[in-house]
């Protein structure tokens, strides 16, 4: 099995200020990863597919990056909208899910 | 548009079961691999299962392996997911998610949601 290591866990990030969080796979995922953002009882939204390809209509202030083992997602100018928990999640082999980084405001 | 409502969800006893039900809409459904995955109260997300578009080939996480059993069916554009034996540790919000077309890939969209509890 793939594990995905998030870090970390938590982050508080003031409004209009960068945001970076990262995922890491225990074997290469080549550029199979994806990004999920998730609100308080509501199902995950897709972000990033593909490690850094934009879903429909996702802001272009999120930007996926990375290859093999180390990814990142990265919020340019966070909003109000944008706390929330972020998972991070493989499709090289099955699917894996990270455990989560919750980014709330500072 | 593209959706996917979840039903069949309660409360159930351990070692009961339970039939879990998907309908799609607004996509070609036998294009798609479906999954189910789960998120216990306050936990992170867990997938569950998956099913080809054909329904030929099918694989399931270690933790369900031997009670779950995962279906499809194109006359109704369902996905269901059979739940046996079922445990305490089962207990969870089940989604139902497509994947990609003919191939494993990110999960979009995914449904509102079922609660499923397993107590006595």
């Known amino acids: 099995e793939i594990v995905m290591t998030q870090s970390p866990a938590t982050l508080s990030v003031s409004l209009g200020e960068r945001a970076t969080l990262s995922c890491r796979a225990s074997q290469s995922v080549s550029s199979k990863l994806a990004w999920y953002q998730q609100k308080p009882g509501q199902a995950p939204r897709l972000l990033v597919y593909?490690?850094?390809t934009r879903a429909t209509g996702v802001p272009a202030r999120f930007s996926g990056s990375g290859s093999g083992t180390e990814f990142t997602l990265t919020i340019s100018s966070l909003q109000s909208e944008d706390f929330a928990v972020y998972y991070c999640?493989?499709?090289?082999?099955?699917?894996?899910f990270g455990q989560g980084t919750k980014l709330g405001i500072k | 548009q593209v959706q996917l409502v979840e039903s069949g969800g309660g409360l159930v006893k351990p070692g009961g079961s339970l039939r879990l039900s998907c309908a799609a809409s607004g996509f070609t459904f036998s294009d798609y691999y479906m999954s189910w995955i789960r998120q216990a109260p306050g936990k992170g997300l867990e997938w569950v299962s998956y099913?080809?578009?054909?329904?030929?080939?099918?694989q399931y996480a270690d933790s369900v392996k031997g009670r779950f059993t995962i279906s499809r069916d194109s006359a109704t554009n369902s996905v269901y997911l059979l739940m046996n034996s079922v445990r305490a540790e089962d207990t969870a919000v089940y989604y139902c998610?497509?994947?990609?077309?003919?191939?494993?890939?990110?999960?979009?969209?995914w449904g509102q949601g079922i609660l499923v509890t397993v107590s006595s």
């Open positions: 999640q493989q499709y090289n082999y099955w699917y894996t």
């Open positions: 099913i080809s578009s054909s329904g030929h080939s099918k």
């Open positions: 998610a497509r994947g990609g077309e003919s191939e494993l890939r990110w999960f979009d969209p």
């Open positions: 593909d490690a850094s």
